[in-house]
């Protein structure tokens, strides 16, 4: 796309935005990056120092009515004002991925879910990354797409994208596409319908031919349902814990098999990722390999060597035998599960915060199974306690992650584990997640 000497406005000044930024003007675009709210010091340092256009705290809309392309943030919702006015002057409104998109030839590898799509994002980049591919990670998880794409010149990438990303796409194209699973979340900006989420995540195979891959797990209904209702161009390999695949990846008893070009068998023992879901994120990136034609041992060493990312079950610390765990990352129920399931020893679990309208009774069996009792990290945790007493017999409170360490320290004994899973937003007692994350940890090792 020429954008010599037109203008782009570029909506949040972001980690996406900054990026869509910098590669617009290295393209010779007229750049004007406007923010709603405050600009973070890190990204207004990048901005003074490239010499952009810049404002925050409003939208100039005279301003950004008059631009020829607007590259919106993946946290404005296409219902905000702004956004209809451009829609009804005509002014085309895409992401950063696909803008992007039309400066690269690389090949792409795009991965999106309701749950695990970090984890797979990163523990394929690793398989690529040490098999010796000239490959960036970006998207939803680390730098940008739009500024790698600026700044260094990748062969391959490995992009973890949200629906919110997928929303704003129209020409993009995924050379491989992976669909790791569909439950509810975000149902408020996709008016509370299930379906209209469902078609945000099958965005990821748009424009795809017969020349691409999809990758999908054959085992999720919300999945399955759609393709039943609709055909898709690409080769299909999708992934079960239940069934044999003549194309794809399976579980059977306790070894995964991947057949793509030839056969690809490893123990689940071996897996560096414990619990089933693991199994599935193993599987997917396992498959993408077998695709790229990358060696079968260099596949194996990999998927046995990763070290998974912060705050999604990350181990901490063991304290006289007890292990602690973060997994501060589980911000709704569905995440939450896949921790649970993961657990071998008797557990205590922390969870709370702000809620996205949960529906604790899903986790109730597993709370019967696993847990021991259930420490509440929020400022309301009736919803939880009316979920669980009765369930769990000890349920108490803490008002910060030092107390929180504190009671799980004192209620679990030797050989069980204390798990922070929250399967809610952080923002009642903590900035983000990570820093919900951090605070753990350094209670943890504080003890």
């Known amino acids: 796309m020429n954008g010599i000497g037109k203008h782009i406005a570029i909506l949040g000044a972001g980690e996406s935005g900054i990026g869509a930024a910098i590669l617009a003007m290295k393209k010779g675009w007229n750049v004007f990056v406007s923010d709603f709210g405050t600009i973070p010091e890190m990204y207004k340092g990048v901005l003074e120092e490239k010499g952009f256009e810049w404002e925050e705290m409003k939208h100039t809309e005279s301003r950004i009515l008059t631009a020829d392309l607007v590259v919106k943030s993946p946290g404005i919702p296409d219902t905000a004002d702004l956004i209809k006015k451009l829609n009804e002057a005509g002014i085309k409104v895409i992401s950063e991925i696909e803008f992007a998109g039309y400066y690269t030839d690389a090949f792409k590898i795009c991965i999106t879910g309701s749950n695990g799509k970090t984890t797979t994002s990163m523990l394929t980049y690793h398989i690529l990354k040490k098999a010796g591919f000239n490959v960036g990670l970006a998207g939803n998880v680390g730098d940008s797409f739009a500024k790698l794409v600026a700044e260094e010149s990748y062969d391959y990438y490995v992009l973890e994208l949200s629906s919110f990303q997928l929303d704003g796409m129209r020409d993009f194209k995924a050379d491989i596409a992976i669909l790791l699973n569909i439950t ?264």
């Not at 790229?292 to 705050?311: A, G, P």
């Open 184 to 447: 509810p979340d975000h149902l408020d900006r996709y008016e509370h319908k299930m379906e209209n989420y469902i078609n945000s995540k099958f965005r990821i195979i748009k424009n795809q031919t017969a020349d691409d891959w999809f990758i999908y797990n054959k085992d999720d209904k919300n999945i399955t349902g759609w393709l039943e209702t609709s055909s898709i161009s690409a080769k299909e390999a999708p992934f079960s814990l239940s069934d044999k695949l003549e194309q794809g990846g399976y579980l059977n008893k306790e070894q995964i098999t991947i057949n793509i070009k030839d056969q690809f068998t490893m123990s689940i023992h071996e897996l560096a990722l414990k619990g089933k879901h693991n199994v599935q994120n193993s599987l997917a990136s396992g498959i993408t390999s077998r695709i790229l034609e990358i060696r079968k041992e260099s596949i194996r060493e990999s998927l046995s060597d990763f070290v998974n990312v912060e705050h999604r079950l990350e181990f901490v610390a063991k304290v006289h035998g007890i292990e602690f765990i973060n997994d501060s990352k589980a911000t709704n129920i569905n995440s939450t599960w896949f921790a649970l399931e993961s657990m071998e020893n008797p557990t205590v679990w922390i969870v709370g915060g702000v809620d996205k309208g949960n529906d604790y009774a899903e986790l109730l069996d597993l709370v019967k199974d696993k847990v021991k009792a259930i420490i509440c990290l929020g400022k309301d945790n009736k919803k939880i306690k009316d979920t669980f007493t009765g369930v769990v017999e000890n349920i108490v409170e803490a008002n910060n992650a030092m107390e929180a360490v504190a009671y799980g320290y004192r209620l679990a004994k030797k050989d069980e584990t204390v798990l922070l899973s929250p399967a809610c937003a952080s923002f009642d007692l903590f900035e983000n997640y990570e820093e919900r994350g951090n605070e753990f940890k350094k209670a943890v090792r504080a003890l």
